[in-house]
């Protein structure tokens, strides 16, 4: 039973023996081991702020986006308003420049068959009393063929001439 139980002495060299290499390795293990585990601490910690922080301009980014993206539309809504406004003027004003030149054309050539209808006219009564002066002249020529004719005519024109 002697193996069993163990001697006082092998348990004093075993306690400082055990003690020893709790110092040790407090000294050399645990000391780095902790300082490595609260600077792992920190450093998520501070990803965890980090990631906060993204998180939160993230949301303030996208609210800015939004507002953007808003301003953009109403900006795009004013702008094809006015080019619609823009577009429907200058349909009027093009549609109101073409009314006035055909009615320009259209009172031209008015003016144009008036004038070549007064020269046809001109022309046309210019003819006829060329016509009847030669029908006329035919006639007094048939009619005043004798002397005697002609004498009579004349006494006519002469007995007219007195009394007017």
Do not use: H, Y
Request: glycine fraction near 4%.
């Amino acid at each position: 039973m002697e193996l069993l139980t163990p001697g006082s002495g092998l348990i004093i060299w075993q306690a400082i023996i055990f003690l020893a290499l709790i110092l040790l390795l407090k000294k050399f293990a645990w000391g780095p081991i902790i300082s490595s585990l609260k600077e792992r601490e920190v450093g998520i910690e501070e990803s965890l702020a980090a990631a906060e922080q993204a998180k939160s301009e993230m949301a303030s980014l996208k609210s800015d986006n939004e507002k953007l993206l808003k301003e953009a539309r109403l900006e795009r809504d004013v702008m094809l308003k006015d080019a619609l406004t823009t577009a429907n003027k200058i349909k009027e004003e093009a549609r109101e420049e073409t009314s006035k030149i055909s009615s320009k054309m259209i009172e031209d050539a008015k003016a144009t068959i008036e004038n070549e209808k007064k020269a046809a006219l001109a022309d046309i009564k210019t003819q006829v009393s060329l016509l009847s002066l030669d029908i006329a002249e035919k006639l007094l020529r048939k009619q005043l063929g004798n002397e005697k004719e002609q004498k009579a005519l004349v006494d006519e024109f002469v007995k007219d001439l007195n009394l007017n």
